[in-house]
T-cell receptor, first 114, second 114 residues
């Protein structure tokens, strides 16, 4: 059973470009969470999705950021018109149920905005 | 609202010495508690979790933690550390039946010296 997969592992973008980060949850997991990690900081929750639905996006910036988890295929975190402040590690986690369960994390995508 | 405080940003220790990483949480309701480990350039991996029952929880790699409700603490301990335990450790809390999104602490960097 493969773990959570994220790609790309490293992504370099120039200011103003778009960044697309992909996450394939573990088999059988229908709950996906996205987090952002900045140097010297913990993980900050961004968005929680279940298949085809956004359940909680309270941690997502109101502009330029969006997320989806379609019926088929990976979850996508999309950042439009990236700025230098978007440079961070973005982690995806999945779980089989909503409550009381550990989250299984992917290796992360390290986004660098030039 | 819930919060997690990891009092030490960095803990240096010599190999084979005991270690304790401190975690205090704030929550007005019952909690689930987790400790995760992050090795360089990797995602988070669950060490152990407390959901209910015995307050002493044993995890992987020889780690254990004790839930102390009166002190709102969930400190992580290991009696004898190895060089390979050098990593970032994150404490997290979630609320059963409420805000199921875990809140993470800022992390503690454990540095094991030979």
């Amino acid at each position: 059973n493969a773990g959570v997969m994220q790609n790309p592992r490293h992504l370099v973008r120039r200011r103003g470009q778009e960044a697309r980060l992909r996450c394939s949850p573990m088999k059988g997991h229908s709950h996906v969470y996205w987090y952002r990690q900045l140097p010297e900081e913990g993980l900050k929750f961004m968005v929680y999705l279940q298949k085809e639905n956004i359940i909680d996006e309270s941690g997502m910036p109101k502009e330029r950021f969006s997320a989806e988890f379609p019926k088929e295929g990976p979850s996508i975190l999309r950042i439009q018109q990236v700025v230098r402040g978007d440079s961070a590690a973005y982690f995806c986690a999945s779980s089989p149920r909503r409550e009381g369960n550990e989250q299984f994390f992917g290796p992360g995508t390290r986004l660098t905005v030039l | 609202a819930q919060s997690v405080t990891q009092l030490d940003s960095q803990v240096p220790v010599f190999e084979e010495a005991p270690v304790e990483l401190r975690c205090n949480y704030s929550s007005s309701v019952s909690v689930y508690l987790f400790w995760y480990v992050q090795y360089p350039n990797q995602g988070l991996q669950l060490l152990l979790k407390y959901l209910s029952g015995s307050t002493l929880v044993k995890g992987i790699n020889g780690f254990e933690a004790e839930f102390n409700k009166s002190q709102t603490s969930f400190h992580l301990r290991k009696p004898s550390v190895h060089i390979s335990d050098t990593a970032e450790y994150f404490c997290a809390v979630s609320n059963p039946g409420g805000s199921y999104i875990p809140t993470f602490g800022r992390g503690t960097s454990l540095i094991v010296h030979p």
